[in-house]
C-alpha cells in the first residue's frame, strides 16, 4: 500500500510539473540552487530598504545641517541599511525553517510509527505538513523536491545532506549526517529523530527566554536611540537661535557631524551588546 502511494505521488508531482521548486529555480535557463546561507533582497524588501534610508537621510539632513546637501550621505547608508535588513531577515528565515523542519521530523516520527517506510514516511510527513502550514514555506517546497527525487531513484540521505548544507543551521547539518551514517550502518532512526527534536526544541526554549529577558533593555535603546532626534527638534522648534550659530558654517557642520558619529557608535555598540546568539 505504501509503495502504491508513493508512486501516486511521484505520478502527481509529474502531473503538476514540480520539477524544481523553492530549492531550485531557472535563471537565464540555468538550473539555480538556492543557497539559504545568504539572503537576497526582493524587490519590495529593496523598497522598503530604500524608503527607510530616504526617511533617515531627510531627518538627518534637516536636524543636524539643515541643508540638502546632509542627503548627500543616503548612498552608503542605504548600503548599511541593506545590509542589517538582510541580517535581520536572515536570521527569521533561519528560526521558521528550524521550527518547520522541527514540525515535519515530528511528523515523520509518527508516520515511521505507523508502520511506513523511511521513504514514504517523508511522503506522509509532507502531505501533513502542507495540511497544516500550507505549501508556500520554505521547508514545504524543499521536502517536496526532496520526495520526488527520491521517486526517481535518488539517495535519501544524500538529498538531506545537500538540503542541510544549503540551510547553514548546525541542528539541521547535524541531523542529515547522523542520519546518513545511520542509514547506511542500520542505526536505531526513531532515536535519531527524537533527539533532533529534543534539541531543536531546547535551543527555542533557551531563545525565547534570552528574548524574555532582553526585551525591556531593547525596549529602553530604541526609545533612547529617538532621544537625540527629539532633543534637537524640540530646541530647534522652540529655540532655534541655541541652534542657529551650528549651522550654514564649517566650524557648526564639524561640530555636529562628531556629534552624529558619536551618536552612530553608541547605536551600533548598543546593537552589539543585545544580539546574543546562541
Not at 502531505?127 to 523536491?145: D, H, M
Request: contains cysteine; charged residues 25%.
Amino acid at each position: 500500500m505504501d509503495v502504491v502511494k508513493g508512486e501516486r505521488e511521484a505520478k502527481s508531482y509529474e502531473s503538476e510539473g514540480i520539477i524544481y521548486g523553492c530549492s531550485e529555480r531557472r535563471e537565464g535557463g540555468k538550473l539555480r540552487i538556492r543557497d539559504y546561507r545568504n539572503y537576497r533582497l526582493n524587490y519590495k524588501e529593496k523598497l522598503c530598504g530604500f524608503l527607510i534610508t530616504v526617511g533617515i537621510s531627510g531627518i538627518i539632513s534637516w536636524l543636524f545641517y539643515r541643508s540638502p546637501y546632509g542627503m548627500a550621505g543616503a548612498i552608503p547608508l542605504y548600503m548599511l541599511v541593506k545590509k542589517h535588513l538582510r541580517e535581520y531577515l536572515l536570521r527569521r528565515q533561519r528560526q521558521q525553517m528550524l521550527f518547520q523542519f522541527r514540525e515535519i521530523l515530528q511528523m515523520t516520527v509518527a508516520a515511521l510509527k505507523a508502520g511506513y517506510a523511511m521513504e514514504n514516511a517523508f511522503v506522509e510527513a509532507w502531505q501533513e505538513y502542507v495540511g497544516l502550514y500550507g505549501s508556500k514555506t520554505i521547508i514545504a517546497q524543499e521536502f517536496r523536491n526532496i520526495n520526488h527525487k527520491v521517486q526517481l531513484n535518488m539517495p535519501l540521505e544524500q538529498l538531506l545532506d545537500d538540503f542541510a548544507q544549503r540551510s547553514g543551521i548546525e541542528e539541521i547539518i547535524s541531523f542529515a549526517q547522523v542520519f546518513g551514517f545511520a542509514k547506511r550502518s542500520g542505526g536505531d532512526m526513531m532515536k535519531i529523530f527524537y533527539g533532533t527534536v529534543d534539541k531543536i526544541r531546547q535551543k527555542s526554549e533557551v531563545e525565547r527566554e534570552i528574548e524574555t529577558v532582553v526585551t525591556a533593555k531593547r525596549t529602553e535603546q530604541r526609545i533612547m536611540d529617538f532621544v537625540p532626534f527629539g532633543i534637537l527638534f524640540y530646541v530647534g522648534a522652540t529655540s532655534p537661535e541655541f541652534l542657529t550659530p551650528l549651522y550654514g558654517n564649517l566650524l557648526g557642520v564639524s561640530v555636529m557631524t562628531v556629534c552624529l558619529l558619536g551618536y552612530l557608535g553608541a547605536f551600533f555598540l548598543a546593537e552589539k551588546i543585545l544580539d546574543i546568539q546562541i
